[in-house]
């Protein structure tokens, strides 16, 4: 998700005016408001590790571990306040990644069936590699069954890292990135309903079937209105959630149903409200002309209702995607997932553990699996499958970038922590594999930026 060229140029501009501008330069991609930013989720990451391991620790985690409750006559119902920002609002994330992907393989730079496989492709290595590494160090000890924390990649840094190149890097980088993700961490919601779900409710699952169902046959009527398809959205998350599995899922699967394409075309508007715009001139002009009060006011009446076909007419050219897109995001990056970072990031950072982890197997099979699993599959699998002529690099994506791909993929945070807070039991426990997934993103990070830096564009001088 890099920066708009307008918006780009804008920021170069600001850095010939104040040093500081030329420090928000770098730094612009991670809070830009028109994209899932890094840098709200970065920010929030360090707060949380400043009062996890600051005198009120024990008090901040207890703040996130209160029950929240919702209760109507003798129903009630209450969850700890964490587990609401994981189940109630990380799905609009999962949302946005979902739609993004279907607009992405729909009419992006994965429409074609063999750029299309290449992600997929690359996404199956991304998960079986990463696994092997971790059961290799971990395999017949206690913690096997933590290979899930491995399976999945944090979507908001890794496009944080590859925005900080806005134009430099080719737009179908983004895009590889965005499907390697978004199949990732299906993969990873996957996981989760099938090895960390200890029941599936099927009643509920049935609901969430027929409510999904729904919105399939809404679409199918083409129907126009949003609150059907949000009370769907709602019935389709409850079912998931009643299920017992991880209702993020229900946000991707609904993500991919969104339409990406506009019930009307720019050329079919233009012909529709030529007339309309006409007869709304005429009717302004009568109404400033008019004598008598109450036909100026019949008047301005027409122009009213002329202006509201015209503004409906513009809405039918906004593909339903593009939009819920636009309203989303920066609720999701300001708040959804800072939230996340602040409730689930419970990493104390003593000498004590961090001399532990260096010696388990836990943390060291997380840092391998995700530091070395993640580009080694991702990269192994595409390249197979390109020699094969199964796939085929995207327009303009190298080997390099491809190899930077692979690295931010390490950045497993999210599901990760998810995965992490099911598969262990024991606080130590999860608490190290915290540590390890921490390193391993700083580590991939670090690595994927420098992958993308030697494979980019030199930058353009700027027009002074």
Same mark, same amino acid.
Do not use: C
């Given at each position: 998700?890099?920066?708009?060229?307008?918006?780009?140029?804008?920021?170069?501009?600001?850095?010939?005016?104040?040093?500081?501008?030329?420090?928000?330069?770098?730094?612009?991609?991670?809070?830009?408001?028109?994209?899932?930013?890094?840098?709200?989720?970065?920010?929030?990451?360090?707060?949380?590790?400043?009062?996890?391991?600051?005198?009120?620790?024990?008090? /901040?985690?207890?703040?996130?571990?209160?029950?929240? +409750?919702?209760?109507?006559?003798?129903?009630?119902?209450?969850?700890?306040?964490?587990?609401?920002?994981? =189940?109630?609002?990380?799905?609009?994330?999962?949302?946005?990644?979902?739609?993004?992907?279907?607009?992405?393989?729909?009419?992006?730079?994965?429409?074609?069936?063999?750029?299309?496989?290449?992600?997929?492709?690359?996404?199956?290595?991304?998960? @079986?590699?990463?696994?092997?590494? /971790? &059961?290799?160090?971990?395999?017949?000890?206690?913690?096997?069954?933590?290979?899930?924390?491995?399976?999945?990649?944090?979507?908001?840094?890794?496009?944080?890292?590859?925005?900080?190149?806005?134009? *430099?890097?080719?737009?179908?980088?983004?895009?590889?990135?965005?499907?390697?993700?978004?199949?990732?961490?299906?993969?990873? &919601?996957?996981?989760?309903?099938?090895?960390?779900?200890?029941?599936?409710?099927?009643?509920?699952?049935?609901?969430?079937?027929?409510?999904?169902?729904?919105?399939?046959?809404?679409?199918?009527? *083409?129907?126009?209105?949003?609150?059907?398809?949000?009370?769907?959205?709602?019935?389709?998350?409850?079912?998931?959630?009643?299920?017992?599995?991880?209702?993020?899922?229900?946000?991707?699967?609904?993500?991919?149903?969104?339409?990406?394409?506009? +019930?009307?075309?720019?050329? *079919? %508007?233009?012909?529709?409200?030529? +007339?309309?715009?006409?007869?709304?001139?005429?009717?302004?002009?009568?109404?400033?002309?008019?004598? =008598?009060?109450?036909?100026?006011?019949?008047?301005?009446?027409?122009?009213?209702?002329?202006?509201? /076909?015209? $503004?409906?007419?513009?809405?039918?050219?906004?593909?339903?995607?593009?939009? &819920?897109?636009?309203?989303?995001?920066?609720?999701?990056?300001?708040?959804?997932?800072?939230? %996340?970072?602040?409730?689930?990031?419970?990493? $104390?950072?003593?000498?004590?553990?961090?001399?532990?982890?260096? $010696?388990?197997?836990?943390?060291?099979?997380?840092?391998?699996?995700?530091?070395?699993?993640?580009?080694?599959?991702?990269?192994?699998?595409?390249?197979?499958?390109?020699?094969?002529?199964?796939?085929?690099?995207?327009?303009?994506?190298?080997?390099?970038?491809?190899?930077?791909?692979?690295?931010?993929?390490?950045?497993?945070?999210? @599901?990760?922590?998810?995965?992490?807070?099911?598969?262990?039991?024991?606080?130590?426990?999860?608490?190290?594999?915290? &540590?390890?997934?921490?390193?391993?993103?700083?580590?991939?990070?670090?690595?994927? /930026?420098?992958?993308?830096?030697?494979?980019?564009?030199?930058?353009?001088?700027?027009?002074?």
């Amino acid at each position: 998700m890099a920066l708009t060229p307008r918006l780009s140029g804008q920021v170069a501009a600001r850095a010939h005016h104040s040093p500081a501008a030329a420090i928000l330069q770098k730094i612009e991609p991670f809070f830009a408001i028109g994209q899932v930013s890094g840098g709200p989720l970065l920010i929030a990451t360090l707060i949380a590790l400043a009062m996890v391991n600051s005198p009120i620790g024990a008090d /901040y985690i207890r703040l996130w571990d209160r029950g929240v +409750r919702i209760s109507y006559g003798a129903w009630s119902f209450s969850r700890p306040a964490a587990e609401w920002v994981n =189940d109630a609002l990380m799905p609009l994330f999962f949302l946005i990644i979902g739609t993004e992907v279907k607009r992405e393989f729909v009419k992006g730079s994965l429409a074609s069936v063999r750029t299309a496989v290449f992600p997929v492709v690359g996404a199956i290595g991304g998960l @079986i590699v990463p696994i092997a590494i /971790y &059961l290799a160090f971990n395999l017949g000890t206690p913690t096997q069954h933590g290979w899930g924390v491995v399976a999945a990649m944090d979507t908001a840094f890794s496009l944080a890292i590859v925005a900080m190149f806005t134009t *430099r890097l080719p737009p179908a980088v983004r895009a590889v990135l965005l499907a390697f993700a978004a199949i990732d961490d299906v993969f990873g &919601l996957l996981v989760i309903a099938v090895a960390y779900t200890a029941t599936i409710h099927l009643w509920f699952l049935a609901l969430a079937v027929v409510a999904y169902g729904g919105i399939v046959g809404l679409l199918r009527l *083409r129907w126009v209105a949003p609150i059907p398809y949000v009370l769907l959205g709602i019935i389709v998350w409850i079912g998931v959630f009643g299920s017992g599995i991880h209702p993020t899922i229900a946000g991707v699967a609904v993500g991919l149903l969104l339409p990406t394409s506009s +019930r009307l075309s720019e050329g *079919r %508007f233009a012909e529709r409200v030529q +007339r309309p715009i006409d007869e709304l001139k005429q009717a302004h002009a009568a109404a400033e002309q008019a004598d =008598d009060p109450e036909e100026a006011e019949e008047q301005r009446d027409s122009a009213q209702q002329t202006l509201g /076909y015209i $503004h409906e007419m513009a809405a039918a050219t906004d593909e339903a995607a593009e939009r &819920l897109v636009r309203v989303l995001t920066p609720w999701v990056s300001y708040i959804v997932l800072p939230l %996340f970072a602040l409730s689930n990031v419970r990493i $104390h950072l003593s000498p004590a553990l961090i001399a532990e982890a260096l $010696h388990t197997p836990l943390a060291i099979g997380v840092v391998a699996g995700l530091v070395i699993g993640k580009p080694l599959g991702f990269l192994a699998a595409t390249w197979a499958a390109t020699r094969a002529g199964a796939a085929t690099l995207p327009d303009g994506v190298t080997w390099r970038m491809v190899l930077g791909i692979g690295g931010v993929a390490g950045i497993g945070f999210t @599901i990760s922590l998810f995965i992490a807070e099911l598969a262990f039991a024991d606080p130590v426990q999860t608490e190290m594999a915290a &540590l390890a997934i921490l390193v391993a993103s700083i580590v991939s990070g670090i690595f994927g /930026y420098l992958m993308f830096w030697q494979a980019a564009d030199p930058p353009e001088a700027s027009p002074r």
